[in-house]
């Protein structure tokens, strides 16, 4: 039997009709209330777990209906003051501009606690110092005229000075002779210098801009503060010896051959509250080994002729650190994190279909083959009285 051309065309679209209504139809899903005890205090339980998880560790913990920023920029100045009497042949009064290298208020400074002087060198020849390796010699040849020491003082001169068996060198005399850091001479009012730090931060994805000093009464703060956690938590200026006790040490104890302190402030910013954005002070001891320095500082004698008193340093060093975080409520996580916790509580009706049909001892009752009684109140009825939209088949 054939078809005509008209019938084929007809049949044809009709097909292509049929195959492409799946992608018109929804599928809905059918409920069966089961009145079990345990299936439902199960059920309960999760969904109070997945709403105290939200609550109390995405929302209350984490912060999770707020983005964050921590990317912190961040610039420091400092100031120390604070005089010290010494007893040094280039004075006997120090004040910051001796005793704080370097000078210009960085968020880095060291501040001089004790030191080893080594007086009146002048420019000449001399034996270099016995404690320098490399600078043995037994005759001329081994001190080759023009080379320089290498982590000595000075140029050799091309004479092996045969008694002191080294080499001899043009530089600074006498050299420094390597001692042990006296006691006797720890700048004791060093304990009393006090550090004014002076931080400003941003945080550019919010356009945020702070400081560490309060705008309120500041020439009246700065005459009566010094930081203290529990009376001036956000006083900027510090007791340096405060700082040396917060690490857990003395002040004589690190005082005598220096130590390196890392100062620690963290801005936790939540800008949703005007008020939630102070510093946080912290201070750790780095490393107490030993921290030491040399510089020199020049003056002429009567007779015109220049020289120089050298000092090897021992002091308090400050690293200041600076990080932190700002957080802004932000609708999108707020919504991400909801949806989140009502898919896994979807999930949980799942889990408890699961324990349905494979766990309970009256398991045959629900499934697909004997889908015809339910149990309600640990009894089993016919389903017939339900109604016919209710009915569902369990498909796992």
């Not at 008209?6 to 929804?26: I, K």
């Not at 003051?81 to 004075?91: E, L, Q, Y």
């Not at 404690?131 to 001190?143: I, L, P, T």
């Amino acid at each position: 039997m054939s078809t005509s051309p008209a019938t084929g065309a007809g049949m044809a679209w009709q097909n292509n009709q049929n195959r492409l209504q799946f992608l018109f139809e929804y599928t809905t899903v059918s409920y069966v209330g089961t009145h079990n005890k345990k299936i439902g205090l199960l059920y309960r339980i999760f969904q109070l777990t997945i709403m105290g998880y939200l609550i109390g560790w995405v929302f209350l913990k984490n912060k999770g209906y707020q983005v964050k920023d921590d990317t912190i920029e961040s610039s420091v100045v400092t100031k120390v003051k604070g005089v010290a009497r010494v007893n040094t042949i280039d004075s006997n009064l120090w004040g910051p501009e001796d005793y704080v290298f370097p000078n210009q208020g960085e968020n880095f400074l060291s501040i001089l606690t004790n030191f080893i002087e080594t007086k009146e060198q002048t420019l000449g020849n001399c034996s270099e110092n016995p404690d320098v390796a490399n600078n043995d010699c037994s005759k001329n040849e081994e001190c080759t005229a023009g080379e320089a020491v290498r982590a000595g003082n000075g140029i050799k001169t091309g004479v092996c000075l045969i008694p002191n068996g080294t080499c001899e060198i043009y530089g600074w005399c006498p050299t420094e002779r390597q001692r042990e850091p006296d006691p006797a001479n720890i700048v004791r009012e060093a304990e009393n210098f006090t550090l004014y730090i002076r931080n400003f931060i941003r945080f550019s994805r919010f356009n945020f801009s702070a400081s560490n000093v309060p705008k309120e009464n500041r020439k009246l703060l700065f005459k009566r503060c010094t930081y203290d956690e529990t009376l001036h938590p956000y006083c900027p200026i510090f007791r340096l010896g405060d700082i040396v006790n917060k690490t857990g040490h003395k002040f004589e104890e690190l005082a005598l051959k220096g130590v390196s302190i890392g100062v620690l402030i963290e801005w936790l910013c939540d800008l949703d509250k005007d008020t939630e954005c102070r510093p946080h002070y912290s201070f750790v001891c780095l490393d107490k080994v030993s921290f030491d320095f040399r510089f020199a500082r020049y003056s002429t004698d009567a007779a015109g002729k220049r020289q120089r008193t050298f000092y090897k340093a021992f002091g308090i060093h400050l690293d200041i650190m600076v990080c932190g975080v700002a957080r802004r409520f932000n609708i999108i996580p707020t919504i991400v994190n909801i949806a989140s916790a009502l898919t896994l509580m979807a999930a949980g009706s799942y889990f408890c279909d699961i324990m349905l049909l494979y766990t309970m001892k009256k398991r045959s009752v629900y499934t697909e083959s004997k889908l015809d009684r339910v149990t309600t109140n640990d009894k089993e009825i016919p389903v017939q009285i339900m109604p016919e939209g209710l009915k569902r088949k369990f498909s796992l």
